[in-house]
């Protein structure tokens, strides 16, 4: 075990320094657009309710899945554009491009919208790779990416419509459609190209608001480059009413009937204002700039391994 | 025993429609917010015939419990073959189809491989060689050619094999039990 372990923390190093000079990259880019780097706590009381999430339990406690509660109460105190580097855990999400314990970089742009949140995470990735020296043409997989801006955008209906014949925003099916996304909508993106997936139907809004004058579709995009997806991008809701409905929806869904809301969220949230924001996957954008196959080859000690 | 997708790794061992499977491979894929995918490539233990079953997350799978277990072979009792597992000393009643053709080379107090599931036997590996005695040399059988090098010799379990013209009754023969075949007489002590 000892040898192998040895030889595995070899083999990677190039990678995990360059995942250094990586984090130092996003750190310049947003202290350079005036960003606030903020430091929200990990272990909480209550996460976010979400359907498909699972937290780690430490006594009653949790370990946090996403910081996106605790950023906005900072920005429902009136602090403006802020990002942060942190550890998300996610109970039983392991395989090529999981470990349960992650890294996310999420920011938040006050008075933005996600169609402006997009151009900062083009930049941002762009910036990164011109940092390590790559340039907008990287190869990943055997294949030359150009990470030239802006990125081709499509909608899901567009997406669906052309690539599973049929049209997920008039006829919601949840089951079909995640199956329909890995299978069908992802492989038929342009392999040389990175994608963003605009409009998700107003039943995976999530925490995002559904789309002025359209509201069978939600201002909700997912970034994709050569089949990794990298980020999860939103104009974010402010009613706190339609946030409180949809976390009961949620923990109703999930049959947890006595779970608690989290109120200290909920009610922060009536103070805040229009906003863009994104998650993104840093070991999976390190996987990107690396030509890692494997999230195992981007960090030092995944789960199996810690 | 029920358990959940997302515990299923590889080596695990699902029962699917009463048929043990060996998993292979686990491909986890997790759409962005969306149900986490289990694309598990698996392996039938009895057949070795390979498939691939999508899961979804809170989906339930029956693991099953494959152990090996050394046992001696006591005797026959009509259509099955009574062993005796060596640490436990328990008695196992196995259908003498689970062993197939292997069953001419069993001999009695030999000890072998039983792979169980859950209580039952489900399989019985011989030693890969075995040594057995020729009580019977020069048989003449429709089959066997005799050739100027080779002849049919019966041995104490029933089996019959082929051997050199030199092997006679009474010789001690080691037989590699996978192929049924002679590898060569073993010298008296």
Redesign the interface.
Known sequence: MGRAEEARLRRIKASLERRALILDSIRTFFKREGFLEVDTPVLLPQVAPEQFIDPFAVGSWFLSTSPEMHMKRLLAAGYGDMFQITRCFRRGERGRLHNPEFTMIEWYRAGADYAKIIEDTERLVLTAAGDLGLGHAIRYHGREIDLARPWPRTTVREAFLRSAGWDPVSQPDAERFDLDLVDRVMPAFPPDRPMVLMEYPAAGASMARLKPGDSAVAERAEVFIAGLELANVYSELTDAGELEQRFREVIRERGEGQRPLPESFLEAMASLPACGGIALGVDRLVMLLCDAASIDDVVAFPFDAA | MAI?I?EVSRNTKLLIDGVPYAVED????????????YRVKMRSMFDGTGKEI?Y??GDRVDEVRITAHDMQYLYEEGSHFVFMDTESYEQHHVDKKVLGGKAQFLKDGMVVSAVMMGPRVIGIDLPKFVELKVVESGVSTRTDTVTAQMKAVKLETGATVNVPTFVKEGDTLKIDTRTGTYVERVTRK
């Open positions: 959940e997302s686990v491909n986890f894929v997790k759409p962005g917010k969306g149900r986490a995918i999508t979804h997350s």
